[in-house]
């Protein structure tokens, strides 16, 4: 019956979110702006995107640097204060809270982050907004990069889930079980992923605030439902956020260096505009 609800609130969500998107004032069409489609051009686009994001430390400057630091100096604070973390939130657990942190949890589920991006996708199609398809595809752009990176570091690292029962500092190298992948979660690093690029693209404030308010409760319902420890939801977060934030930057930057012309036609003035992009 719960698996069931589940199901049904996660439609629901998704149906939501597609016709809630398909407003185009929440992501302007552009007036000039090359096709963005799901073809050949977007896969080789996609492939250089991600060789560029897994090898962007090399071009990292100072402030990088220090960036970098204050991250991991706060994830290894986190990883001090797991088990009491973990402890913390199981104690406080209850039967509603349980329901709740169980559906949320599947928002970032690859399979509804898929069908979300699929959603903005087709709603870009139906409505010829080209900003939703972008969107939709830079979503999936970060949604595979960051999954890429997370899969690598699941497999190397190989950490007991806290739900084995084992000690927070027990690491199986180069373990595929399930039970010993628990660093970083996956699904906090795909949520956020999915949710920084759609900050990023909106120019509304409450769909920034929306994404990241989900995005940030998927994360939390890992360790509620006892599947990661604090600290792999941290990490894991923070690869979603910057790998998206890469994606998205490496996409402004490509096409501030196309050359673009344009038409726009407006009937009200019966006027044409000729626009040059350099």
Not at 132 to 152: C, D, Q, Y
Not at 215 to 226: E, G, I, K
Request: some cysteine.
């Amino acid at each position: 019956m719960r698996n069931k609800l589940r199901k049904k609130t996660s439609s629901y969500i998704l149906i939501f979110f597609l016709i809630f998107f398909s407003y185009q004032n929440l992501f302007p069409g552009q007036e000039v702006s090359p096709e963005n489609k799901l073809n050949k051009e977007f896969l080789i686009k996609s492939g250089k995107d991600f060789k560029e994001a897994l090898f962007s430390p090399k071009d990292w400057g100072k402030r990088d640097f220090l960036k970098f630091s204050s991250i991991l100096g706060t994830g290894i604070l986190v990883y001090a204060f797991d088990q009491d973390i973990q402890d913390w939130i199981q104690d406080r657990r209850n039967s509603k809270a349980d329901d709740v942190f169980k559906t949320i949890s599947d928002f970032g589920h690859g399979v509804f982050l898929t069908g979300l991006i699929a959603a903005l996708y087709t709603s870009g199609e139906i409505s010829d907004n080209n900003s939703l398809r972008k969107t939709a595809l830079l979503s999936l752009e970060s949604f595979v990069t960051s999954g890429v990176i997370v899969l690598g570091l699941k497999c190397v690292i190989g950490r007991a889930r806290p739900k084995t029962g084992e000690s927070k500092n027990v690491f199986h190298l180069f373990s595929t079980s399930s039970s010993y992948n628990s660093f970083p979660s996956g699904h906090a690093s795909s949520v956020f992923a999915v949710a920084t690029t759609i900050a990023d693209q909106s120019e509304d404030a409450f769909i920034d605030i929306l994404s990241y308010s989900l995005a940030t409760l998927v994360a939390f319902s890992r360790v509620y439902n006892n599947k990661h420890w604090a600290s792999d939801v941290f990490f894991g977060s923070v690869i979603g956020y910057f790998v998206a934030k890469k994606i998205c930057a490496l996409n402004r930057s490509q096409d501030s260096k196309e050359f673009r012309v344009g038409f726009n036609f407006s009937q009200g003035k019966k006027a044409i505009s000729l626009s040059l992009y350099f």
